[in-house]
């Protein structure tokens, strides 16, 4: 090689050549590829000056050898020798002969093809560009494919070297490999269907089934693909060939994990660069020959396609609106085809199947169902398959020859649009060629099929159809085939179909007319399944899908489910799965029966139900049934869900805590502390009711004794019966649930979509801030205490009185429990029984009386109870503090506090709210009670709530105390005057009773009794008024005159000096006039001054000792305490009654010594008592004298 680069030396060694080797002959031929290699740099450039004496020495040795075998040292040149083969093609582009039938090729190449083949292979894979090019040229003129000469397995070893060429991106070479493959123009879709296009299609696949380890090996087929398609001629159908290899190759590439990402990006442009028809139509072959597939046999169509679906981005329009829904309604078309007879025998290919068929859902848009698709698709002018990008369906043979006979003709097109009776499997085979062509009926011409496609309300109908046929089958295999391994195959399948027929169904055009609703035997069987068959999963998918198509879709008439017949059997298989060893499903079966309810919301089958199961006879069954209920509800907490949902149930649940059954109480415990976090689940539906909108009442206003109070009056009827059971029910609930659950109330607001219903009881005036529920159950009481029926609904009196004693009850749990309430809602509460209580006394209601005088003294004991504005620090003088009523403290923010933050003594400042003394209306009520004949019955309620209320009275004598002492005392004046009429006028009282009884003038006396000695044990009794009602005490007795009776001649007056009084020195300034009503109604019982019949002496008797015990009682305890103010008040009355005893001039003086006689029954006061008594009071008041006790000081100007 070098001495071809010295010039002066070339032609000396090409004369050495000629002169000494040629003459050799055939004993060159072991040397002869060496010899040959020696001369080939000669033809290296084809200007050279040596060009032609070298292509001459090169002919000479040609036919001083063997012309085969000079060929065969060539052929090895091209295979071993890389810098040779540019001369040798050279040479062999000038001295090749044309070869025409197969004797010349046994000639010049002799009986082994085999090795020029893998030269040329070797050589058209060369680096050099102009070396394969001239490769190239070489073939396409002496080794044209069309003649035949090379053998096919030399001529796939050739096309598969050869096709690599057009990774080199040069268009020359493409051109040249192009003429090759397909040969001259006219017969060029000829040959390539010939030997070329196997060849090609061979040697492709042969790569794709290569398992090199190098990535750029394993992508050069898609590269190679890429390139192709710059041919359609040769693409396509080679394409159409290996597609599926090449799918598979590179599924096998990415299972393995060899290069996957790689190959996946180099496929992705092959895929994208490939029509759409042609991806499609192989894809369907796949299925169409492989699925299902017999014991045995190998599946791989169905995990082909998902693969391709897994792996590239199927953006094209033409594959999303028309060839995956094509597919698709294929696809559902096989499935169903199985499901007929051999359902369970290919079920995992099912179920794969069905897979593949929820992957496509997300590949169509949904523009391809909707119902004005149709519209579009129908236009002729829109042809589904062009003729150049897609080869249209083609034309039966005899129209083809016709054709070519007249090519004067045109082709005739026509457009196939698909028709609901025709069978959508044959419309999409005959689409996608997978059976032979049926003969056309235009026969004066070629016609070229074009089809329109399935879509819109065709394309929903037809897959519909198929999923609910499958559905049906599947049941029915279910049904009848109950072994766990068929049970958890059709499992998976029914799942799947389900989904399928929602997705699908949500592109149903809304029905319009009962036919339209979706029916049929499908339906039936998926009804029926739901409580036979055993699966939970099953039971799971079938009454979400029914559900969702009735509620959420509306294509299954709410009929359908919505009846105790079909819904019963359901709830009662789902209400099975609550059972403890079903806890893994508890969550779903609570989803599905809330699901059910959604359904059955109006006719509340499901409710009904459940009920049903709370109430069984049996007491297994029933305990069980509160379990599965308990724990429906534990779990409901996170379902979204209407309140007035499932509330029979949860009354039943709430009504065994009172139950008298030791086991349903059990149980109703045990329910309710399991869900002590939902008490708001327990209370909507109950507020629902107390706030419902068919209870319509008017506000009205009613006068007694010139009082005024607000009443609400019915104006139509309502279930009263519920309104007294929620009241009832909810005292139970607070019972049960104690101080914790009214702080949870008081904190927790309610939803806000129920704030509207009690916007106007509660006076909510912003709709974003709920009130909570305390406030509004408590607004509620209060309002239906108020309220009354009118005169035309007098039967509604009964229940409604009813109402207003459980409501009283329920506000007195709630004050004597509760730890801290708003002061705002406690004055509110106690002005509305105040109302009430009027109310009541005006029209003798006696019943409801005594239950608002409890809640009246918790109000007070709530009202009155002292707090410290901060907490202090427990010490060790704690244990002295009183502690409030259940060991807690009412606090401002509602909090329990500990002993160490009471007052010992009740400032103003500490208290939340002044509610009994600041109230002019609570001293109007207590002087009616005691004084309206009518409300006589419960004057023993009465005197009791006055006695426990003293203890918060101590800061209003004036206001509150010294009214009701006088009250008193002229109710025992009363008394006295008809205790008189009765025994001494009994034929006028014949007719009549009395309005007051010896048992009444009892209890005034005790009553006076107790406030006497309160008032006078009581260092000083404060006055205090607060901001609210202060101007109602400066305007009086809000317009009632005569409120206090004059009885004991006391003024009332607001002088600085009585004010600084004490209480008990006003009692004992007023003692005369006390002692005197003592002394008269001592009288009364004296039978000098009556005369009664025989027959009432024994009565009169009687009551008398009574009476006179009582009064000495009294005076024993006045004269024990304070004997000096006694024993003057009973001189003082005696000289009043003999004024001549002061007259010494008086000749006739006859004493009435009935007063003092009763004076001396009093025990201590014997008459030496009395008159030393008498001497000590003159001492105390002569200026100058010593006396041995304090000085008292002079109150009263003695009459004396």
Same mark, same amino acid.
């Given at each position: 090689?070098?001495?071809?680069?010295?010039?002066?030396?070339?032609?000396?060694?090409?004369?050495?050549?000629?002169?000494?080797?040629?003459?050799?002959?055939?004993?060159?031929?072991?040397?002869?590829?060496?010899?040959?290699?020696?001369?080939?740099?000669?033809?290296?450039?084809?200007?050279?000056?040596?060009?032609?004496?070298?292509?001459?020495?090169?002919?000479?040795?040609?036919?001083?050898?063997?012309?085969?075998?000079?060929?065969?040292?060539?052929?090895?040149?091209?295979?071993?020798?890389?810098?040779?083969?540019?001369?040798?093609?050279?040479?062999?582009?000038?001295?090749?002969?044309?070869?025409?039938?197969?004797?010349?090729?046994?000639?010049?190449?002799?009986?082994?093809?085999?090795?020029?083949?893998?030269?040329?292979?070797?050589?058209?894979?060369?680096?050099?560009?102009?070396?394969?090019?001239?490769?190239?040229?070489?073939?396409?003129?002496?080794?044209?494919?069309?003649?035949?000469?090379?053998?096919?397995?030399?001529?796939?070893?050739?096309?598969?070297?050869?096709?690599?060429?057009?990774?080199?991106?040069?268009?020359?070479?493409?051109?040249?490999?192009?003429?090759?493959?397909?040969?001259?123009?006219?017969?060029?879709?000829?040959?390539?269907?010939?030997?070329?296009?196997?060849?090609?299609?061979?040697?492709?696949?042969?790569?794709?089934?290569?398992?090199?380890?190098?990535?750029?090996?394993?992508?050069?087929?898609?590269?190679?693909?890429?390139?192709?398609?710059?041919?359609?001629?040769?693409?396509?159908?080679?394409?159409?060939?290996?597609?599926?290899?090449?799918?598979?190759?590179?599924?096998?590439?990415?299972?393995?994990?060899?290069?996957?990402?790689?190959?996946?990006?180099?496929?992705?442009?092959?895929?994208?660069?490939?029509?759409?028809?042609?991806?499609?139509?192989?894809?369907?072959?796949?299925?169409?020959?492989?699925?299902?597939?017999?014991?045995?046999?190998?599946?791989?169509?169905?995990?082909?396609?998902?693969?391709?679906?897994?792996?590239?981005?199927?953006?094209?329009?033409?594959?999303?609106?028309?060839?995956?829904?094509?597919?698709?309604?294929?696809?559902?078309?096989?499935?169903?085809?199985?499901?007929?007879?051999?359902?369970?025998?290919?079920?995992?290919?099912?179920?794969?199947?069905?897979?593949?068929?929820?992957?496509?859902?997300?590949?169509?848009?949904?523009?391809?169902?909707?119902?004005?698709?149709?519209?579009?698709?129908?236009?002729?002018?829109?042809?589904?398959?062009?003729?150049?990008?897609?080869?249209?369906?083609?034309?039966?043979?005899?129209?083809?020859?016709?054709?070519?006979?007249?090519?004067?003709?045109?082709?005739?097109?026509?457009?196939?649009?698909?028709?609901?009776?025709?069978?959508?499997?044959?419309?999409?085979?005959?689409?996608?060629?997978?059976?032979?062509?049926?003969?056309?009926?235009?026969?004066?011409?070629?016609?070229?099929?074009?089809?329109?496609?399935?879509?819109?309300?065709?394309?929903?109908?037809?897959?519909?159809?198929?999923?609910?046929?499958?559905?049906?089958?599947?049941?029915?295999?279910?049904?009848?085939?109950?072994?766990?391994?068929?049970?958890?195959?059709?499992?998976?399948?029914?799942?799947?179909?389900?989904?399928?027929?929602?997705?699908?169904?949500?592109?149903?055009?809304?029905?319009?007319?009962?036919?339209?609703?979706?029916?049929?035997?499908?339906?039936?069987?998926?009804?029926?399944?739901?409580?036979?068959?055993?699966?939970?999963?099953?039971?799971?998918?079938?009454?979400?899908?029914?559900?969702?198509?009735?509620?959420?879709?509306?294509?299954?008439?709410?009929?359908?489910?919505?009846?105790?017949?079909?819904?019963?059997?359901?709830?009662?298989?789902?209400?099975?799965?609550?059972?403890?060893?079903?806890?893994?499903?508890?969550?779903?079966?609570?989803?599905?029966?809330?699901?059910?309810?959604?359904?059955?919301?109006?006719?509340?089958?499901?409710?009904?139900?459940?009920?049903?199961?709370?109430?069984?006879?049996?007491?297994?069954?029933?305990?069980?049934?509160?379990?599965?209920?308990?724990?429906?509800?534990?779990?409901?907490?996170?379902?979204?869900?209407?309140?007035?949902?499932?509330?029979?149930?949860?009354?039943?649940?709430?009504?065994?805590?009172?139950?008298?059954?030791?086991?349903?109480?059990?149980?109703?415990?045990?329910?309710?502390?399991?869900?002590?976090? !939902?008490?708001?689940?327990?209370? $909507? &539906?109950? +507020? =629902?009711?107390?706030?419902? #909108? %068919? @209870?319509?009442?008017?506000?009205?206003?009613?006068?007694?004794?010139?009082?005024?109070?607000?009443?609400?009056?019915?104006?139509?009827?309502?279930?009263?019966?519920?309104?007294?059971?929620?009241?009832?029910?909810?005292?139970?609930?607070?019972?049960?649930?104690?101080?914790?659950?009214?702080?949870?109330?008081?904190?927790?607001?309610?939803?806000?979509?129920?704030?509207?219903?009690?916007?106007?009881?509660?006076?909510?005036?912003?709709?974003?801030?709920?009130?909570?529920?305390?406030?509004?159950?408590?607004?509620?009481?209060?309002?239906?205490?108020?309220?009354?029926?009118?005169?035309?609904?007098?039967?509604?009196?009964?229940?409604?009185?009813?109402?207003?004693?459980?409501?009283?009850?329920?506000?007195?749990?709630?004050? !004597?429990?509760?730890?801290?309430? $708003? &002061?705002? +809602? =406690?004055?509110?509460?106690? #002005? %509305? @029984?105040?109302?009430?209580?009027?109310?009541?006394?005006?029209?003798?209601?006696?019943?409801?009386?005594?239950?608002?005088?409890?809640?009246?003294?918790?109000?007070?004991?709530?009202?009155?109870?002292?707090?410290?504005?901060?907490?202090?620090?427990?010490?060790?003088?704690?244990?002295?503090?009183?502690?409030?009523?259940?060991?807690?403290?009412?606090?401002?923010?509602?909090?329990?506090?500990?002993?160490?933050?009471?007052?010992?003594?009740?400032?103003?400042?500490?208290?939340?709210?002044?509610?009994?003394?600041?109230?002019?209306?609570?001293?109007?009520?207590?002087?009616?009670?005691?004084?309206?004949?009518?409300?006589?019955?419960?004057?023993?309620?009465?005197?009791?709530?006055?006695?426990?209320?003293?203890?918060?009275?101590?800061?209003?004598?004036?206001?509150?105390?010294?009214?009701?002492?006088?009250?008193?005392?002229?109710?025992?004046?009363?008394?006295?005057?008809?205790?008189?009429?009765?025994?001494?006028?009994?034929?006028?009282?014949?007719?009549?009773?009395?309005?007051?009884?010896?048992?009444?003038?009892?209890?005034?006396?005790?009553?006076?009794?107790?406030?006497?000695?309160?008032?006078?044990?009581?260092?000083?009794?404060?006055?205090?008024?607060?901001?609210?009602?202060?101007?109602?005490?400066?305007?009086?007795?809000?317009?009632?005159?005569?409120?206090?009776?004059?009885?004991?001649?006391?003024?009332?007056?607001?002088?600085?000096?009585?004010?600084?009084?004490?209480?008990?020195?006003?009692?004992?300034?007023?003692?005369?006039?006390?002692?005197?009503?003592?002394?008269?109604?001592?009288?009364?019982?004296?039978?000098?001054?009556?005369?009664?019949?025989?027959?009432?002496?024994?009565?009169?008797?009687?009551?008398?000792?009574?009476?006179?015990?009582?009064?000495?009682?009294?005076?024993?305890?006045?004269?024990?305490?304070?004997?000096?103010?006694?024993?003057?008040?009973?001189?003082?009355?005696?000289?009043?009654?003999?004024?001549?005893?002061?007259?010494?001039?008086?000749?006739?003086?006859?004493?009435?010594?009935?007063?003092?006689?009763?004076?001396?029954?009093?025990?201590?006061?014997?008459?030496?008592?009395?008159?030393?008594?008498?001497?000590?009071?003159?001492?105390?008041?002569?200026?100058?004298?010593?006396?041995?006790?304090?000085?008292?000081?002079?109150?009263?100007?003695?009459?004396?």
């Amino acid at each position: 090689m070098v001495l071809w680069f010295i010039p002066f030396l070339a032609p000396q060694l090409l004369d050495i050549y000629e002169k000494y080797y040629l003459p050799l002959k055939d004993r060159l031929r072991p040397c002869l590829k060496s010899f040959m290699i020696g001369l080939l740099p000669g033809l290296d450039e084809e200007g050279s000056e040596f060009f032609d004496r070298v292509l001459n020495i090169m002919d000479n040795l040609r036919k001083a050898v063997d012309e085969t075998f000079f060929f065969q040292c060539m052929w090895l040149i091209l295979i071993t020798s890389s810098p040779h083969r540019g001369p040798a093609l050279h040479y062999l582009g000038r001295r090749m002969p044309l070869l025409t039938n197969t004797e010349d090729v046994a000639f010049v190449l002799g009986d082994d093809a085999g090795l020029m083949v893998r030269a040329f292979s070797a050589t058209v894979g060369d680096s050099q560009l102009l070396v394969q090019r001239a490769m190239l040229d070489l073939m396409v003129v002496h080794f044209p494919i069309s003649n035949g000469l090379i053998e096919d397995s030399d001529l796939i070893v050739l096309v598969k070297a050869a096709v690599g060429v057009v990774l080199r991106k040069d268009m020359s070479l493409n051109r040249r490999l192009y003429a090759w493959l397909l040969g001259s123009q006219e017969g060029k879709k000829k040959v390539f269907d010939g030997a070329a296009k196997n060849a090609l299609i061979v040697g492709l696949q042969s790569i794709l089934l290569s398992d090199s380890g190098d990535l750029q090996e394993s992508q050069k087929p898609y590269r190679v693909f890429v390139s192709l398609l710059d041919e359609w001629d040769i693409g396509y159908p080679v394409i159409q060939a290996v597609f599926l290899d090449a799918l598979l190759s590179l599924k096998r590439h990415v299972d393995s994990g060899n290069h996957g990402a790689e190959l996946i990006h180099t496929a992705t442009m092959w895929v994208d660069m490939t029509d759409p028809y042609l991806i499609w139509k192989k894809l369907s072959e796949a299925v169409y020959d492989n699925f299902p597939v017999e014991d045995g046999e190998k599946a791989y169509a169905l995990d082909l396609v998902i693969f391709f679906l897994n792996s590239f981005k199927l953006n094209d329009e033409e594959m999303q609106h028309m060839h995956i829904p094509m597919f698709l309604l294929f696809l559902l078309t096989k499935i169903q085809d199985i499901s007929e007879d051999r359902l369970l025998t290919h079920a995992n290919q099912v179920d794969n199947a069905l897979l593949l068929c929820l992957m496509l859902f997300r590949h169509i848009p949904a523009s391809v169902f909707a119902p004005q698709a149709v519209t579009q698709l129908l236009q002729p002018a829109q042809p589904t398959r062009a003729s150049k990008s897609k080869p249209s369906t083609p034309a039966p043979v005899a129209a083809q020859s016709k054709s070519e006979n007249a090519n004067n003709q045109q082709n005739v097109t026509k457009v196939v649009t698909f028709d609901p009776h025709m069978h959508a499997k044959d419309y999409i085979e005959e689409f996608y060629m997978l059976q032979p062509q049926k003969s056309s009926s235009d026969g004066d011409g070629s016609t070229t099929r074009e089809y329109a496609g399935i879509k819109g309300q065709a394309l929903t109908q037809q897959a519909l159809l198929f999923t609910q046929k499958f559905i049906y089958n599947a049941l029915d295999v279910c049904i009848n085939d109950t072994s766990k391994a068929s049970t958890k195959i059709l499992r998976a399948m029914i799942q799947k179909a389900c989904k399928i027929l929602l997705i699908l169904s949500k592109y149903q055009s809304p029905p319009n007319t009962p036919e339209e609703y979706f029916s049929g035997p499908w339906l039936e069987k998926m009804r029926t399944a739901c409580h036979v068959v055993e699966d939970f999963a099953i039971i799971d998918a079938l009454t979400t899908t029914m559900v969702e198509l009735t509620v959420e879709l509306k294509v299954i008439h709410p009929s359908f489910l919505d009846n105790r017949e079909h819904m019963r059997p359901i709830v009662d298989r789902i209400w099975t799965f609550l059972a403890e060893d079903y806890m893994h499903l508890h969550l779903r079966a609570s989803q599905l029966i809330w699901m059910l309810q959604d359904v059955t919301s109006m006719s509340h089958e499901v409710e009904t139900a459940i009920a049903s199961y709370l109430v069984s006879e049996n007491t297994n069954a029933r305990i069980d049934a509160y379990q599965k209920f308990g724990v429906f509800w534990r779990l409901s907490d996170d379902i979204q869900h209407s309140s007035a949902a499932f509330v029979r149930p949860m009354m039943l649940m709430l009504d065994s805590l009172s139950s008298t059954n030791p086991s349903n109480r059990r149980a109703g415990e045990t329910w309710i502390r399991s869900n002590l976090k !939902s008490y708001p689940r327990l209370l $909507d &539906p109950l +507020l =629902l009711v107390l706030y419902d #909108r %068919t @209870i319509v009442r008017n506000e009205s206003e009613e006068t007694f004794h010139n009082e005024y109070f607000p009443v609400h009056y019915y104006i139509r009827n309502f279930n009263q019966a519920q309104v007294q059971y929620v009241f009832n029910t909810l005292l139970t609930v607070f019972r049960f649930g104690g101080l914790g659950f009214l702080r949870s109330i008081r904190q927790s607001a309610i939803p806000l979509e129920m704030v509207p219903a009690v916007a106007d009881i509660v006076g909510v005036t912003e709709m974003k801030s709920p009130p909570t529920y305390l406030d509004c159950f408590v607004r509620s009481a209060l309002r239906f205490i108020e309220s009354e029926p009118t005169s035309d609904y007098k039967l509604m009196l009964t229940l409604n009185e009813e109402i207003h004693m459980v409501a009283a009850d329920f506000l007195h749990f709630i004050i !004597s429990k509760i730890d801290h309430i $708003d &002061p705002n +809602l =406690l004055a509110m509460i106690h #002005r %509305t @029984i105040i109302n009430k209580m009027l109310y009541c006394i005006n029209h003798s209601c006696l019943d409801l009386q005594s239950r608002l005088l409890h809640l009246l003294h918790a109000t007070i004991l709530m009202g009155t109870t002292p707090v410290k504005k901060s907490s202090t620090p427990l010490n060790s003088n704690s244990q002295n503090v009183p502690m409030a009523r259940d060991s807690s403290i009412s606090t401002l923010d509602g909090a329990a506090g500990s002993s160490s933050n009471l007052v010992s003594g009740h400032d103003s400042n500490e208290s939340l709210f002044r509610v009994v003394g600041s109230s002019p209306l609570f001293v109007k009520t207590v002087f009616d009670a005691l004084s309206v004949p009518t409300n006589r019955p419960i004057l023993q309620h009465w005197m009791d709530f006055l006695m426990l209320a003293l203890p918060f009275l101590t800061n209003y004598f004036r206001k509150v105390l010294l009214p009701v002492i006088q009250c008193l005392c002229d109710q025992i004046l009363r008394s006295r005057a008809c205790l008189l009429e009765a025994y001494t006028n009994q034929e006028r009282n014949l007719a009549r009773a009395p309005n007051l009884t010896d048992q009444d003038l009892t209890i005034f006396l005790t009553g006076l009794e107790r406030l006497l000695t309160f008032s006078l044990a009581e260092a000083r009794l404060g006055e205090e008024v607060d901001a609210v009602h202060k101007q109602e005490w400066s305007d009086g007795q809000r317009g009632t005159p005569g409120l206090i009776a004059n009885v004991l001649g006391i003024e009332v007056h607001s002088s600085d000096s009585f004010q600084e009084n004490r209480a008990r020195d006003t009692v004992l300034y007023n003692i005369v006039g006390i002692i005197q009503i003592f002394t008269e109604l001592w009288a009364v019982f004296d039978r000098k001054n009556i005369s009664t019949n025989p027959e009432s002496e024994e009565s009169l008797q009687f009551v008398g000792e009574r009476i006179r015990a009582r009064v000495k009682r009294i005076l024993a305890g006045l004269y024990k305490s304070y004997p000096s103010e006694v024993t003057e008040a009973f001189v003082e009355l005696f000289l009043a009654e003999n004024p001549s005893a002061l007259d010494l001039e008086s000749q006739k003086f006859e004493p009435d010594y009935r007063t003092l006689d009763i004076l001396s029954v009093v025990p201590g006061a014997s008459p030496h008592a009395n008159f030393l008594t008498l001497i000590e009071s003159i001492r105390a008041r002569t200026q100058g004298m010593t006396v041995a006790r304090s000085k008292r000081p002079n109150l009263r100007v003695s009459k004396a």
